[in-house]
């Protein structure tokens, strides 16, 4: 048990458009959802958290109008990349946990890698 | 501030060569430790959540433990196919619920 899925796995758009990412949480009900970046040969850099329901909590740094989250279900939440640049390309990645408690499991979806042209 | 220093950065071990991989870290108050293998270009695959002092964990090949202040994952004889970065990361209570604090990870290379 304990499945994340994401689609797409890979997205080459033009700067300027937007991306939307889902994430999926398969064979278990998702309280929280958070969404990762990766920097090849780095480790992975918190975006933001999402409970089911309610407004994302973004990290320092992050622009919440330019990384739209919404966590519509307890099994999906979706990352929209609003006028994408260059810069913004990179491999996304969502985790999911199953409660709220502190001490929950993420588990971790496949990845999605964007390439903004 | 939480923090996760894992070591070594890089690990080469000839197949069956046993060894270890270190996670130091500084938590105001441990929610749990956690490990992870990333292949590349996939999303990280839970391993082992260990949470108190003295707890152990094995799955295969691998066997996690924990300390005040460190984690261990031991390999036993590896197999190529254990080739992965190993990434620590920890939850504390300090911050918010359920972030995760991660290390840089472990790059490890079984060879044949």
């Known amino acids: 048990g304990a499945v994340v899925s994401q689609h797409p796995s890979w997205v080459i758009c033009k700067s300027g458009t937007s991306v939307k990412i889902e994430c999926r949480s398969l064979d278990f009900q998702a309280t929280t959802m958070f969404w990762y970046r990766q920097f090849p040969k780095q480790s992975l850099m918190l975006m933001a958290t999402?409970?089911?329901?309610?407004?994302?909590?973004?990290e320092q740094g992050v622009e919440k109008d330019k990384f739209l989250i919404n966590h519509a279900s307890l099994t999906l939440s979706t990352l929209t990349v609003t006028s994408a640049h260059p810069e913004d390309s990179s491999f996304y990645i969502c985790?999911?946990?199953?409660?709220?408690?502190?001490?929950?499991?993420?588990?971790f979806g496949p990845g999605t890698r964007l390439l903004v042209l | 501030e939480d923090q996760v220093t894992q070591s070594p950065e890089a690990l080469r071990l000839q197949e069956g060569e046993s060894s270890s991989l270190n996670c130091s870290y500084t938590v105001s108050g441990l929610r749990g430790l956690f490990w992870y293998r990333q292949d590349p270009g996939k999303g990280p695959e839970f391993l082992f959540t260990?949470?108190?002092a003295g707890e152990e964990k094995e799955k295969e090949r691998l066997k996690a433990t924990l300390t005040k202040k460190e984690s261990f994952l031991h390999i036993t004889a590896p197999k190529p196919e254990d080739s992965a970065t190993y990434l620590c990361a920890v939850q504390g209570y300090g911050g918010a619920t359920n972030k995760l604090i991660f290390g840089t990870g472990t790059l490890l290379a079984v060879q044949p």
């Open positions: 985790s999911a946990s199953k409660g709220l408690a502190g001490g929950e499991t993420q588990y």
């Open positions: 260990l949470y108190s």
């Open positions: 999402s409970n089911e329901g309610s407004k994302a909590t973004y």
